[in-house]
Every structure is written in C-alpha cells, then in structure tokens.
C-alpha cells in the first residue's frame, strides 16, 4: 500500500502538482485538461508484479502434471506385473517418471507461450503470468525448450530410445500440430490432440517392456477416448470465452447437441476398450468391475445431456466426473495388477 501510494504521488509530481509537508497534494488552481488527462492515464496503468518461482511451477500446469504422473505410474506398474515384483526396477520408475514429468511440463509452458495472445481474451486464462506481463514471452519459450531437452535426454540415456521417441511424438503433436495449428484452426484439434494426452501410460508401460505391445495399445486407447468427452464438457461451460478468442472447439463450431452426439460414441468405446486389461489378464476382477461401474455411469450422465434443459449443469456434471474418472481408475487399475 506504501509503495503505491509513492508510485502514484511520482505520477502526480510529474504533471506538476506539489505537496506540503504533511504529504497533501497543495493545488493552487484547478488542473488543466492535459494534466487531468496525464493523471488518469497514469493512475489507469496496472502495476505489473515481479515474477516468483510459483509463476514459474502454474507455467507448467501442474494440475494435468500430477493426473498425467498417476497414468504413467500406472503404465509403468502393469508393465510390472508381467515381469514379477521380485524384477521391479524403483531406479528405473524413478527416471521414468521424472522424464515423462519434464517432457510434460515442456509442452505445457511451450503451450502457454504460443496461446499468450488468445489467453489475453480469456477471463479464465487472461490473469495468468505470460498473458498478465509479468514472465516475458522469450523466458517462457526457452524455459519450455529447457524442459523438453532435459525429460527427452533422461528418457533416452536413462530409460530407453522407445520411451524417448514417444515422448518425442507426444511433445510433437501437443505443441506443433495441436496448440500451433488444429487448436485455431479445427474443431478436430481435441481428437487430433489426444494422441499426445494418451502418451504417459504409453511411456510408463514401455519403460519396462520396451515395446509397444497389446497392453500399451490398450492404456493409450483408454487415454485417447477419455480426453475428448472431458474437454467438450468445459469448452461447453466456456463456449463464450473460447469463441470471443478465436478457438473453434467442437461446441463453438458445431453446437451442444452434436457435441452430445460425439460426446456418447466415445463414451460407448471407451467402456469395452477399458475392461480390455482384464480380458488380457492385466488385472483382476475389482478393476474390471469398476471399469464397467464408471464407464456406465459417464455414459448414463451423458445420455441425459439429451433430456436436460441446462446444458451448462449438464456440462459441469460431465466435467466434474471425467477429472474424477481418470484418476479413479488407475488407482484401482494399479491396486488389483496381476503380478506373475
């Protein structure tokens, strides 16, 4: 506050006001238009912060780091159970997981820096550090190049080339392909984007097998056909914000009922494909009963989006359960892993 308060009487100095010795403004005659005018604009300036760490930590989304974190531990932990627990690497895990959290945290600050201008539009993003001013553009991109090069090199030196080249096409797709050119462009940038938000399981289950089996094609068909559902839900509780800047999500472009539409034929495919892992004897009954129980359950939510009269309860009801479904199910999916 006292630093403020100095801040502004520099700026009423400056267009020629004096104070006394007690710090009150001493106004000889009524201040002209140009000095009204100087005042105004200056007081109008928002006073940008110094940038802190935590900046720094929000720039890389930790939010999407922690949930992602769980599905590559979760990878790396089925992966596992075709090995035996008497054969599970912890110094293995350890690189694995920090590498995919780099790689990740990479396209979520490059992310950042390329969406800077549609963020300023936003209410939900326009306070955030890049688009508010107070990290500058130039530090955040080298700061995400930094990250990208340091997860990549850990995968590839200390995990292996596979985990490494997947995380390579997911840095790829999320940054160049999703954010750079579909995400303005295509409302097919959610399912195009997916492919990079189904990598961390991917990258977790080949650490240990080093290839890319039946298991690691079924963990990325469950990442794949979880992610649309869940961002259509909020592109359609945000569809005045992301269409004020300029994103054409599937809402925006094609509107709530054909949003519903797409919304249930990925529903219906995930169920089967996420009760796959018990058919191939990944896990055990408990995960292949809660896979059935929450998988039914989005989907009956979501048929119900065709009855309701508030598409925005309906969205948020929708939201809400997909960013509860992910981490659900892999914590059972890791609970009940069938072990050789």
Known sequence: MIKLFHCERRHLKAVGIRFDSGGIPAV????????????????????????TWKDFIYLAKPGILFSNLICAFGGYWVASG???????DVTLMIWTLLGTLLVMAS???????????????????SKRALPSGVVEPKIVFWYGIALGVIGLSVLCLLVNPLSA??????????VWIYTAWLKRSSPLSTTIGAISGAMPPVIGYCAVTNELDIGAWILFGILFLWQPPHFWALGMRRKEEYQAAGFPLLPVVRGNEVTKM?????????????????????????????????????TLI??????????????????????????????????????V
């Open 165 to 174: 080249l997947l995380g390579v096409v997911g840095l790829l797709v999320y």
């Open 82 to 88: 075709r090995i035996g627990k008497d054969s599970f």
């Open 107 to 125: 396209g979520c600050v490059l992310n950042n820096y390329l969406d800077r201008d549609l963020d300023r539009k936003m209410t939900r993003t």
């Open 28 to 51: 000889d005659k009524p201040l002209g238009l140009d000095a009204a005018e100087a005042v105004a604009e200056q007081s109008a300036q928002p006073v940008v912060r110094k940038a």
């Open 302 to 339: 979501g048929l119900a989006g065709f009855r309701t009269q508030d598409d925005d309860n309906w969205a948020k009801r929708m939201f809400v359960f997909s960013i509860n479904y992910l981490p659900l199910l892999f914590i059972i999916m890791i609970l009940d892993t069938n072990f």
């Open 262 to 298: 797409h919304t249930i034929r990925f529903l219906v495919m995930l169920v089967p494909v996420s009760m796959l892992l018990y058919a191939y004897g990944y896990v055990g009954e408990i995960y292949l009963a809660a896979a059935i129980a929450l998988g039914l359950g989005w």
